[in-house]
Nanobody
Framework: QVALVESGGGSVQAGGSLRLSCVVSTVPYNRRCMAWFRQAPGKEREGVASIFTSDGVTAYADSVKGRFTISQDNAQRTVYLRMDSLKPEDTAMYYC?????????????????????WGQGTQVTVSS
């Protein structure tokens, strides 16, 4: 069974908006870090935004601060990534990641290597 199911990607013009969703379906939701990463062709996977599910504390990469918003619906076990003022450089495959239970969000590199579950990815394409 798939632990994380993403949806919401698509193609938009620069300046447009998208909202990604990540449903946590088969593993515990509370008391873990949930994060969004992205990976463009030929580039490393990079952290975009994170949220600790129990207290809602968030963090953002500098490149998306003020444009992206991570949020959650605990009852629906869903994490969202609202992306506004999209730029062509935001084009990438976006992945949802679940960190280890009872572990707060850490640096992007630590989250990337320690994530327990990854979604299948959803493509976001921004045209100029």
């Amino acid at each position: 069974q798939v632990a994380l199911v993403e949806s919401g990607g698509g193609s938009v013009q620069a300046g447009g908006s998208l909202r990604l969703s990540c449903v946590v379906s088969t593993v515990p939701y509370n008391r873990r870090c949930m994060a969004w990463f992205r990976q463009a062709p030929g580039k490393e996977r990079e952290g975009v935004a994170s949220i600790f599910t129990s207290d809602g504390v968030t963090a953002y990469a500098d490149s998306v601060k003020g444009r992206f918003t991570i949020s959650q619906d605990n009852a629906q076990r869903t994490v969202y990534l609202r992306m506004d003022s999209l730029k062509p450089e935001d084009t990438a495959m976006y992945y949802c990641a679940a960190g280890r239970l009872y572990t707060h969000c850490d640096s992007w590199s630590t989250l990337r290597t320690s994530a327990t579950y990854w979604g299948q990815g959803t493509q976001v394409t921004v045209s100029s």
